[in-house]
């Protein structure tokens, strides 16, 4: 062949080789693989049907049809997926097996969150009876608990109010003053460990009698004269006042000084978490700031707060939930399922998940534009 022709044919669209696919053949270990996991996935959903209605085939026997579920569908994986395993490329394997491991994680979620969460739901639409002989009689109303809710309960929604509003001003000051206090105990000193320790003694003693001890100590001294409180509220306020500072803005920082002890007993976790990802930012990040003649504030801005934006989020989620679940409203539901009914405190709690739902969106679709992961 010329030199013509070869470049030629060089010129010329070549046509792509593609690797002819095996033909597909059923045998056995695929048959009994598929039959197993069918078998399995109709059980499981027929199980998860029968408990949606208030109904339980297994009773104290329920652990043992879930480990023959988890069982059969683990035998139905293998016998169907190994030769086609074999064939997988790493990549494809190793997603596979995340799968696999968050299956028992999917499996909980879906069987003790999931159906009790949708039972809840439809409960807020009834109202339920307890039998003399036993069992429950359901009776639908369709709205009627929430139309007592809200227009006929003089203190439900105004707590449910209080309660979102205080959630999210006191989010914001315990993460601002979390991530302060790291930054402080990150810091080189003498006795920086016996420092840390102090900070995190509000978590191990917060239980019990110890926590009643500390809110009837700071119930008196917020009994005490405007001018007389120890926490120096009055101060800042005149201060803050004298600068032309708003008043919601000094009512809100006043409140926040009055309350240190709650903000501090409600730290100790996010000041962990923020801690460990001050010490996991490389210290060359911080010498090119300083070569390039960044001040401080730039730096903490640029730098700190960019990376340990990821532990924001996972702070906020937790300080959400400890904040909702450590409220009074919390508590309500079990008294009024047992003075009201069942149907009236499943749409309060309803009601509750939707605040705890609100609060989140406000500060996670935010933060969640701002997050930067390094790698």
């Not at 060089?10 to 270990?29: D, E, I, M, V, Y």
């Not at 003399?132 to 608990?145: A, I």
């Amino acid at each position: 062949m010329t030199k013509d022709s070869k470049s030629a044919s060089q010129g010329l669209p070549q046509k792509k080789r593609t690797r002819k696919k095996a033909p597909f053949k059923w045998t056995p270990s695929l048959i009994a693989g598929f039959t197993l996991i069918a078998a399995a996935c109709m059980s499981m959903a027929v199980y998860v049907i029968l408990r949606s209605r208030g109904k339980n085939p297994f009773g104290d026997k329920s652990w043992l049809f879930g480990a023959l579920i988890g069982a059969a569908l683990i035998v139905g994986l293998v016998l169907a997926f190994r030769e086609r395993y074999a064939r997988m490329s790493f990549l494809k394997k190793t997603g596979m097996w995340g799968v696999l491991f968050l299956l028992p994680w999917i499996l909980g979620f879906v069987l003790f969150f999931m159906v009790p969460m949708a039972r809840e739901f439809l409960f807020s639409f009834e109202t339920i009876k307890i039998q003399p002989g036993g069992g429950l009689t359901e009776d639908l109303v369709w709205f009627e608990n929430y139309n007592y809710l809200f227009f006929e309960d003089p203190t439900y929604i105004r707590s449910l109010v209080e309660t979102v509003l205080e959630v999210l001003l006191y989010t914001a000051l315990i993460i601002v003053f979390s991530l302060l206090c790291a930054i402080l105990l990150n810091g080189k000193f003498f006795g920086r460990s016996i420092a840390r320790a102090i900070f995190f003694i509000p978590i191990v003693m917060a239980t019990g009698l110890m926590l009643d001890r500390v809110s009837n100590t700071e119930g008196l001294l917020m009994a005490q004269s405007q001018e007389e409180q120890v926490y120096g509220a009055a101060i800042v306020s005149k201060l803050m006042f004298s600068l032309g500072v708003g008043k919601e803005v000094v009512g809100y920082l006043a409140n926040a000084v009055n309350d240190i002890f709650k903000v501090v007993s409600l730290s100790g976790i996010q000041i962990l978490i923020f801690l460990a990802a001050l010490q996991g930012i490389p210290p060359q990040l911080y010498e090119v700031a300083k070569i390039e003649g960044a001040t401080g504030y730039q730096t903490f801005w640029k730098v700190t707060v960019v990376m340990v934006s990821p532990m924001l989020l996972t702070c906020t989620l937790y300080t959400i939930s400890d904040l909702f679940l450590s409220s009074d409203l919390a508590d309500t539901f079990q008294d009024v399922a047992l003075l009201q009914g069942y149907g009236r405190s499943s749409a309060m709690s309803m009601l509750f998940l939707v605040g705890v739902l609100l609060v989140i969106a406000v500060y996670i679709l935010p933060l969640r534009k701002a997050v930067f992961y390094y790698d």
